[in-house]
């Protein structure tokens, strides 16, 4: 019976795991629009996800930080997360500094990307609904 439900939502969680990953993403490509030589990141998200419900998601692991001096606080740095082809965004015009960022284009795939969260969190929630309700008794 788990494994069914199970597998009823797998899809769906692997679509909201990899929109949250690529909200991140594109956040910092906001974050970095003002940073010198900082390149835009993106990934296809139709081909990681295909990939991510057919072979599932690999460990994650936390980049180790160099610590220089005895003093400094271990840490461990945010990875790449379980993307595979993170991809770099080529410019419509190149600026001075060597930033690729173009504003217009970061923040309208970041809105196009939580409107497309949501709907997809509206989705799961009827469908656990709809499964909560077939499993109640009348």
């Known amino acids: 019976m788990i494994d069914k439900l199970t597998g009823a939502l797998h899809f769906h969680q692997e679509a909201l795991n990899l929109r949250d990953q690529r909200q991140q993403v594109l956040a910092s490509?906001?974050?970095?629009a003002d940073t010198p030589n900082y390149k835009a990141r993106d990934f296809d998200f139709a081909s990681?996800?295909?990939?991510?419900?057919?072979?599932?998601?690999?460990?994650?692991?936390?980049?180790?930080?160099?610590?220089?001096n005895a003093?400094?606080?271990?840490?461990?740095?945010?990875?790449a997360g379980?993307?595979?082809?993170?991809?770099?965004?080529?410019?419509?015009?190149?600026?001075?500094?060597?930033?690729?960022?173009?504003?217009?284009?970061?923040r309208s795939k970041f809105l196009d990307n939580a409107v497309r969260y949501q709907a997809s969190l509206t989705f799961v929630n009827s469908r656990i609904s709809g499964l909560r309700n077939a499993m109640q008794s009348e």
């Open 82 to 106: 379980h993307v595979q082809h993170m991809q770099y965004r080529i410019p419509a015009q190149n600026r001075l500094d060597g930033n690729t960022v173009d504003m217009d284009v970061e």
């Open 29 to 32: 490509n906001i974050a970095n």
């Open 48 to 68: 990681e996800l295909k990939r991510a419900v057919e072979q599932g998601r690999p460990q994650q692991s936390a980049t180790q930080l160099n610590r220089t």
């Open 71 to 79: 003093g400094h606080i271990a840490g461990a740095g945010v990875g």
